[in-house]
C-alpha cells in the first residue's frame, strides 16, 4: 500500500462558499481565505470526515461523484486498484487534495481496510466510485452518527431508500442473505449487501476487518452488531452504475457472502464459551424511519 498525499496538511474541503452551511448544518469558517475550523448547529466541533473511496478504472465515473461531495468534508481518500484509464488523474484534476492510496492486491475489501487505515479524520463514510452511491447523503449518515450511533449503515428497504440497480435476482439474494444473517446474529438487519457505510474511527478495533472482497460489507455489519455497537440504519438510494461494468457476480460473490455469514457465526462461538447470540441493533428501524421522515421533509 502506498499513499500519495497531495497536500501538506489536511484540512476540509473548500468550495468558495465562505460562510454557508452545508446540507448537514455544518459551518465552515475562513481564515485568511483558507477553509478552517467547523463548527456543527450546537457550536460544538464538528467531526472530522474521511471519505474512501475504492476504485478500479473508474475515470468515467469520479465526476459524478466527487461533485456532489459536501464542501465541508476533511479529506478524500481514492483507493486505485492499478487503474489503467487515468482514474487516479481524473481524481486530482478534480480536486487536488485527494489523497490517493495505491494498492496493489485485488479486493473491494483489501482496498476498504487500506484506505480506512490511511484515514485520519474523526468519522469514516465508505463510498463508491460508480455513481452508484449518493455522496450527498453523508450529511444523512454523520447526522445518525452525532446524534449517538456508533455505525450508520444505509439502507435501501427503508422509506427514503430505493434502488435503480436491483435486479429480481439480486434483490431475492440480498433477502436470503439478510435473513441467514439476521437469523444467525440476532440481528434485525433491513439490508445487508449495500456499499453506503459509515462509523466513527474509533471502532476500527472492534470491526478488526480482515478480509477482501465484496463481503467485507457483510464482515462490516456482522461484526460491529457482534460487538455491541450501536447500530443505526439510514435510508439511501442505490443508483445505476453511470459508466462501465460492475466488477460484482451475483451469484459467484453471493455464495461467498453466504460462506462469510457462517464463517462469522464460527468465529463468534469460538470466542466464547457458550457463543451467545449478538444483540440487535438499538432502535435501528425506529431510529431510521424518524432520521428518513425528518430528511426528507
Not at 72 to 86: A, C, H, P, Q, Y
Not at 128 to 154: H, N, P, Q, Y
Not at 285 to 294: H, P
Request: hydrophobic share 40%.
Amino acid at each position: 500500500m502506498k499513499v500519495a498525499d497531495a497536500s501538506p496538511r489536511a484540512a476540509p474541503l473548500s468550495n468558495g462558499n465562505g460562510h454557508a452551511p452545508s446540507e448537514n448544518g455544518h459551518v465552515e469558517l475562513s481564515v485568511n481565505g483558507h477553509a478552517g475550523l467547523q463548527t456543527n448547529g450546537n457550536g460544538r466541533a464538528a467531526p472530522r470526515v474521511s471519505v474512501v473511496i475504492p476504485a478500479l478504472n473508474e475515470a468515467l465515473n469520479l465526476p459524478l461523484v466527487f461533485a456532489n461531495l459536501p464542501p465541508d468534508v476533511f479529506e478524500v481518500i481514492l483507493v486505485d486498484g492499478r487503474s489503467t484509464d487515468g482514474t487516479i488523474e481524473v481524481a486530482r484534476s478534480l480536486l487536488p487534495d485527494v489523497r490517493v492510496v495505491s494498492e496493489s492486491r485485488p479486493g473491494k475489501g483489501i482496498a476498504l481496510i487500506s484506505g480506512f487505515e490511511a484515514s485520519r479524520g474523526d468519522i469514516i463514510v465508505a463510498l463508491d466510485a460508480d455513481g452508484s452511491t449518493d455522496a450527498a447523503e453523508i450529511s444523512r449518515f454523520v447526522a445518525a452518527l452525532e446524534e449517538g450511533a456508533d455505525f450508520a449503515k444505509g439502507s435501501r428497504f427503508l422509506d427514503g431508500g430505493g434502488s435503480a440497480d436491483l435486479t429480481p435476482l439480486r434483490r431475492l439474494g440480498n433477502w436470503l442473505l439478510r435473513s441467514s444473517a439476521n437469523a444467525l446474529h440476532g440481528t434485525r438487519y433491513t439490508d445487508l449487501c449495500y456499499g453506503y457505510n459509515a462509523f466513527w474511527r474509533r471502532c476500527l478495533p472492534q470491526l478488526d476487518l480482515d478480509c477482501d472482497g465484496f463481503e467485507v460489507e457483510t464482515v462490516m455489519n456482522i461484526r460491529a452488531a457482534r460487538a455491541k455497537l450501536r447500530v443505526t440504519e439510514v435510508p439511501s438510494f442505490e443508483s445505476k452504475r453511470v459508466h462501465g461494468e460492475s466488477h460484482l457476480n451475483a451469484v459467484r460473490d453471493g455464495v461467498r457472502i453466504l460462506r462469510t455469514i457462517l464463517a462469522e457465526r464460527r468465529r463468534a462461538q469460538g470466542s466464547s464459551p457458550d457463543g451467545p447470540e449478538a444483540e440487535a441493533p438499538i432502535g435501528s428501524d425506529t431510529y431510521a424511519s424518524t432520521l428518513g421522515q425528518r430528511l426528507h421533509r
